[in-house]
């Protein structure tokens, strides 16, 4: 007996002076790194590069027609590297490093002298390497949310010069002001928005309209119906990005506790009100609910409570993804058809639309005392902060996507030629095919 605890101790005592060590590690103050937010945090990441390759890519692929799909892929993948590569190169700088009023400086140009244990001032809970890789995800999916308003005619180099230098002169001033600087942006002060309302759903379907009207609508729009080819690759996406959201907004809280629970809690209910209010608006005019009506609900809800999330609680999630559903509905449904601009897979209607209900919405069921809301602030108030952030917005991503656009048409071109769209950019870019006959 006395021996076989004394071998039980020989395994337990080093175990025991391991925590004890850890733990005096923790408590001299040496360290401010939390083991249980660091996990969450690399969870969330692989969440958010888990939207892109593969969910955005099969919800936008199967939208498509046949002869386009792995153009789709090419460039979610290739946005994927490039983007990556651009962050450490400048981006992460630009975005969240001391600058300017307008945009970060050139101090962390690729994270010179970065090492495992480093922290940041506003989140030393975890490394900062690992803010770094977070933040990544955001930067290379927000171009990847603007491809699909001008799928199946743009160039794939047009695509990656435009992603590139928008990019760095949209999403970083954006991201700079909103996260880097706690919302002192461009001016304004006090602006919420906890997981990219303004950063990456606004301005990237603001891109997305203008890019979509000066590349010019597909051969045939709007008299021919351009059908999806895969409704299961769309829905198995749209899917996969409603998984991936719960990273996108959870870890935008940067702590595994009670507020990433809400946060988390919140999304889902706004995609379900989102989707089942989106389903019952085409049961009434259509009389049947459609697949593809349900799964474009559900990116609706997720889009419009991105902003709330850190601030609403679930009657304010529930009233937020009602009315994304009804107004992305009619931006897709009707105004599109009014305006005959070719956004060919909805990207305006339901990120540019979502992103403004969800960044105006949470002024008013963000506030405490009304809906469950979380936040101390005034609603009047905060509508107008709110709105002139999301004007402030419009304004720098049209402006500088019409410039960009212009600058592009005039030396490599935006477009295919019209052999090339026939014959599908499949084979026209990238000379290969999904499908083998």
């Keep these: 007996m006395i021996r076989t605890l004394l071998r039980g101790w020989r395994f337990a005592l080093p175990a025991f002076l391991l925590l004890s060590t850890s733990s005096a590690h923790a408590a ?43 153009s789709i892929f090419m460039q979610c993948f290739a946005l994927t590297c490039v983007m ?55 930067f290379l999916i927000t171009p990847g949310l603007f491809i699909g308003a001008f799928a199946e005619r743009m160039k794939f180099s047009a695509i990656m010069v435009f992603s590139v230098l928008w990019s760095l002169l ?85 702590h595994a506790n009670g507020a990433a629970a809400m946060t988390l809690t919140v999304t889902h209910l706004s995609a379900c009100t989102a989707s089942v209010v989106w389903m019952g608006i085409e049961w009434v005019k259509n009389g049947k609910p459609s697949v593809l009506g349900i799964a474009t609900g559900s990116i609706a809800g997720l ?26 509905w009619a931006a897709c449904a009707k105004l599109k058809q009014k305006f005959q601009y070719d956004d060919s897979l909805d990207v305006f209607g339901v990120h540019g639309v979502g992103g403004f209900v969800g960044t105006i919405l949470l002024a008013v069921f963000g506030t405490k005392g009304f809906a469950g809301g979380l936040a101390d602030f005034s609603i009047g108030e905060q509508l107008v902060t709110q709105s002139l952030a999301a004007l402030y917005t419009i304004i720098l991503s049209g402006v500088v996507s019409i410039a960009l656009l212009v600058l592009i048409s005039k030396t490599i071109g935006l477009r295919v030629n019209e052999p090339q769209e026939r014959e599908g950019l499949d084979l026209a870019e990238h000379g290969e095919s999904a499908y083998n006959s």
């Design 303 to 328: 889009a419009a409570i991105t902003p709330a999330s850190g601030v609403v609680g679930p009657v304010g999630a529930l009233a937020i993804g009602a009315t994304s559903a009804m107004l992305c």
């Design 170 to 254: 949209v999403y970083a001033p954006c991201c700079y002001g909103v996260w880097h600087k706690a919302g002192a942006f461009l001016g304004l002060t006090g602006v919420q928005d906890l997981a990219g309302g303004i950063v990456v759903h606004i301005t990237a379907g603001v891109a997305a309209l203008v890019a979509c009207i000066m590349v010019g609508p597909r051969k045939g729009f709007p008299h021919t119906p351009f059908v999806p080819h895969n409704l299961v690759l769309t829905i198995t996406g749209a899917a996969m990005l409603w998984v991936g959201w719960f990273g996108f907004n959870g870890g935008s809280q940067l």
């Design 28 to 70: 001299d103050g040496s360290s401010t790194i939390d083991a249980g937010d660091t996990a969450w945090m690399l969870v969330s990441t692989a969440l958010v590069l888990f939207m892109m390759i593969p969910g955005l890519a099969l919800f936008y692929a199967g939208l498509v027609n046949s002869r386009n799909v792995l």
């Design 84 to 138: 990556s590569l651009v962050w450490l190169a400048c981006g992460y700088s630009l975005s969240f490093s001391d600058g300017n009023g307008f945009i970060g400086g050139l101090n962390e140009l690729f994270m010179n002298g970065l090492t495992a244990d480093a922290t940041r001032p506003d989140c030393p809970q975890i490394p900062k390497v690992l803010h770094f890789s977070y933040q990544m995800m955001f």
